[in-house]
């Protein structure tokens, strides 16, 4: 029924029309096949209306909407416009379109012999755009890790994910990108593209910092004589950046005149100036931030006893060296 009366109000209208004392044209090519128009948001749609010899009466409506009657403009919207190149055109010309401009153009004729009409529809594209991404995170390790982008677009956006290593190879994803037991290699920056090809990519960026125990990556022990000084080194990685502390059997070693220790992001080191016969032994380089503590066994030595300076950390788990080191992180000492 309610067809019935939106078709009755649009024959009704267009009767109308052609009773109005509008401006002859041409009637409009009716062996041209009805278009789709596609057009990008923003940019400016013409609508074309080809017309022949044939005195008659033209319209425009958009729906049931009367647009222009001959050269009478019934629209109120400043944007909309007619194209008349010479007597064989009449088109409508829309700028800055806009979404709520898609839909279905009527151009009505009234001719000698019975009103014909040509129908285009007007489909408005929107560029994929991210309104709304993950803030940057920091989780520990082991942790499930959820990433969101959400994006609009006409035609809906396809949305992929990066983990900007050197590789950069696409993630399995969409909206949401599911990290399950997140490890320290997945740490960086996530990127997340909306495309729909109908403008660039619109891209946004997620930094994920993942936060692990130190883990010993390298220590180098010291083949020095008697007099001079030599210098152990200690290498670890780890997310927050650690707190190093270095032992001698089971005292802490601190700054002294012939002691020195040096610490550069995740890199220590302890040099001892003039060496006695007493200084050689093990030594003992402890590494802890909030989520652990690990420590490696270096070596000064005599040389020619043949050991090996630059090798694989030996871990050790010394209760008594754990225990010292987490008491000295929580209180400061």
């Known amino acids: 029924m309610a067809y019935f009366w939106i078709h009755t109000a649009w024959i009704a209208g267009v009767a109308f029309l052609f009773g109005f004392q509008g401006f002859p044209?041409?009637?409009?090519?009716?062996?041209?096949?009805?278009d789709n128009i596609t057009i990008r948001q923003g940019d400016t749609a013409i609508i074309r209306c080809y017309v022949d010899d044939k005195v008659s009466k033209v319209a425009w409506l958009n729906r049931s909407n009367i647009i222009f009657?001959?050269?009478?403009?019934?629209?109120?919207?400043?944007?909309?416009?007619?194209?008349?190149?010479?007597q064989l055109e009449y088109s409508l010309r829309i700028q800055k379109?806009?979404?709520?401009?898609?839909?279905?153009?009527?151009?009505?004729?009234?001719t000698k012999q019975q009103p014909k009409t040509s129908q285009?529809?007007?489909?408005?594209?929107?560029?994929?755009?991210?309104?709304?991404?993950?803030?940057?995170?920091?989780?520990?390790?082991?942790?499930?890790?959820?990433?969101?982008?959400?994006?609009?677009?006409?035609?809906?956006p396809a949305i992929t994910w990066r983990l900007l290593n050197p590789s950069a190879e696409p993630l399995d994803g969409e909206e949401y990108l599911d990290?399950?037991?997140?490890?320290?290699?997945?740490?960086?920056?996530?990127?997340?593209?909306?495309?729909?090809?109908?403008?660039?990519?619109?891209?946004?960026y997620v930094n994920v910092i993942v936060n692990y125990p130190p883990t010993i990556k390298k220590t180098q022990s010291s083949e020095t004589p008697v007099g001079r000084n030599g210098t152990l080194r200690c290498e670890v990685t780890a997310v927050p950046t650690p707190e190093f502390e270095w032992y001698r059997d089971d005292?802490?070693?601190?700054?002294?005149?012939?002691?020195?220790?040096?610490?550069?992001?995740?890199?220590?080191?302890?040099?001892?100036?003039?060496i006695t016969e007493e200084d050689y032994g093990n030594y003992t380089c402890v590494a802890s931030n909030r989520l652990g503590v690990q420590n490696a066994s270096l070596f000064l030595y005599r040389p020619g006893t043949g050991r090996d300076i630059n090798g694989s950390a030996c871990v050790s788990q010394s209760l008594w060296l754990l225990l010292a080191s987490f008491a000295c992180l929580f209180l400061k000492c």
Do not use: H
């Open 120 to 156: 285009v529809y007007l489909i408005v594209q929107v560029p994929a755009s991210i309104y709304q991404v993950s803030n940057d995170i920091t989780v520990n390790e082991g942790s499930n890790v959820t990433l969101s982008c959400l994006a609009n677009g006409r035609p809906d």
């Open 69 to 86: 009657a001959g050269q009478d403009k019934w629209s109120l919207d400043p944007r909309v416009d007619l194209v008349t190149k010479g």
């Open 251 to 274: 005292k802490r070693l601190a700054n002294t005149q012939s002691i020195t220790i040096q610490t550069s992001g995740t890199t220590t080191s302890l040099t001892i100036a003039n």
């Open 179 to 204: 990290i399950i037991g997140i490890m320290r290699t997945q740490a960086g920056r996530y990127e997340c593209k909306a495309s729909n090809d109908v403008a660039t990519p619109d891209v946004k």
């Open 25 to 34: 044209v041409r009637s409009v090519d009716m062996q041209r096949a009805t």
């Open 97 to 110: 379109v806009d979404v709520y401009d898609e839909g279905s153009y009527t151009c009505s004729i009234q």
